[in-house]
């Protein structure tokens, strides 16, 4: 998984002859499907036209590079019809508030992650709640009703309680569904224990893919526990161990959102 300010300025290189196509500059976002659907490589010709990479088109993305079979995987603006009504609808996310469907402000979001590995589906937003600007919290998509131009809905209220396991943010439910009222006890409970059972499993996926990411990366800070324990020092390589002490600590959240290359 990457943040979106890690592919913005990769360059993008053809695999068939090494060459460098030009250097990422914007991505655009479908906000129907969840996904960064295209890349805008600028490759210095601008007067020639704007050149976008279809996301589903790359090869791989790596610390130093986009990689794409070769050099016509990058195509002109007109020949991709469906990106112009993607570019007028303007969605960017990052930088957008995020509120309940309740009608509830509850933060901004300040970044994205994106599954590189899932032709970039956008994975969680990273929120900055309002009551607590130095703090992060990570909202996975199946959380998200609407990625829209100025406003992120989301499903539940999004309430921090202590550790955000596995990076999760954890939630009250944002009142019970008209229907449950109409439905017999037993099934009111069946439900609520499948849909219990899909959020455990889809929490798990997260953390595991949370984890692939951040193995690796090195500690952007120094992270201690409230009583001055420390966890991690500024400049230490994140291992499984590392992770599993965070998690521990309570402090699992915070680490990961303190990392970088």
């Known amino acids: 998984m990457k943040r979106s300010e890690e592919l913005l300025g990769l360059s993008v290189i053809s695999i068939e002859d090494g060459k460098e196509l030009g250097t990422v500059s914007d991505l655009v976002i479908n906000a129907g499907n969840g996904l960064v659907q295209y890349l805008v490589v600028d490759n210095g010709l601008r007067y020639l036209g704007i050149k976008v990479l279809p996301f589903r088109l790359v090869e791989g993305v790596g610390e130093d590079a986009v990689t794409v079979q070769n050099s016509s995987c990058i195509v002109d603006l007109g020949d991709e019809p469906e990106i112009h009504a993607l570019l007028e609808q303007n969605v960017r996310v990052k930088g957008t508030r995020v509120m309940t469907r309740k009608g509830k402000m509850i933060g901004t979001v300040s970044e994205i992650i994106v599954d590189e590995d899932n032709e970039g589906r956008i994975e969680a937003c990273e929120m900055t709640p309002l009551d607590d600007t130095e703090s992060k919290q990570l909202i996975p998509s199946d959380k998200v009703i609407t990625f829209g131009k100025d406003v992120l809905i989301v499903n539940e209220s999004l309430e921090s309680s202590g550790e955000n396991t596995s990076g999760q943010v954890k939630d009250s439910v944002d009142g019970t569904p008209p229907e449950a009222s109409e439905m017999p006890a037993s099934e009111m409970k069946d439900a609520e224990k499948a849909e219990a059972q899909q959020q455990s499993e889809a929490a798990k996926l997260f953390e595991e893919r949370q984890r692939k990411y951040l193995v690796g990366r090195k500690v952007s800070k120094r992270i201690e526990t409230e009583t001055g324990e420390v966890v991690a020092e500024e400049g230490d390589v ?20 303190n990392t970088r290359a």
């Open 238 to 257: 994140i291992t499984e161990e590392l992770l599993d002490k965070a998690k521990a600590a309570g402090k699992f959240s915070e680490l990961s959102m």
